[in-house]
């Protein structure tokens, strides 16, 4: 039996809507975490024309202090609830699954997700954020993200 509110007290975004395309980078938006002390991504995909080579396509956690792509890094493991490696799709048949959730507990104010594919990759992808533990809850709301600058 359910007992507890999860839906008002969190905020939800969309992080990642992409079509992958070869090996270039596709970048989410920035996920502001002011106010905020968890965030948990959920990733899945759409039509997978072509996972890419047998490597196929991942996705990878980033952080910033602010909004701009120079100042993004690469998350550290230590600060991930999950492995990005977790996150890899290698099978053109993989059309429309769930790939699967990774948390972040750094210290950053933005962190955004991005994917990228290897030779021939033709897929689209779609990540959401999941915003909890705000310091003041109780409306479930959107964050609509903020694009790199």
């Not at 792509?69 to 990005?84: K, Q, S």
């Not at 769930?98 to 779609?126: H, L, P």
């Amino acid at each position: 039996m359910a007992s507890f509110d999860m839906r008002n007290n969190a905020e939800y975004g969309l992080a990642l809507s992409a079509t992958l395309s070869g090996t270039t980078k596709a970048e989410g938006n920035w996920i502001d975490m002011q106010g905020w002390e968890a965030v948990t991504f959920s990733v899945s995909t759409g039509t997978v024309t072509d996972a890419g080579t047998e490597a196929g396509f991942s996705f990878q956690v980033e952080e910033g202090d602010d909004t701009t792509d120079a100042g993004a890094t690469a998350v550290a493991d230590a600060d991930l609830i999950g492995l990005e490696s977790a996150l890899t799709v290698t099978a053109d048949a993989d059309d429309n699954v769930f790939v699967g959730t990774i948390g972040y507990r750094g210290s950053k104010r933005y962190v955004r997700m991005t994917a990228v594919g290897t030779t021939g990759t033709n897929a689209v992808v779609t990540c959401h954020a999941r915003k909890d533990k705000g310091a003041s809850m109780g409306t479930a709301t959107i964050d609509t993200g903020t694009a790199a600058t």
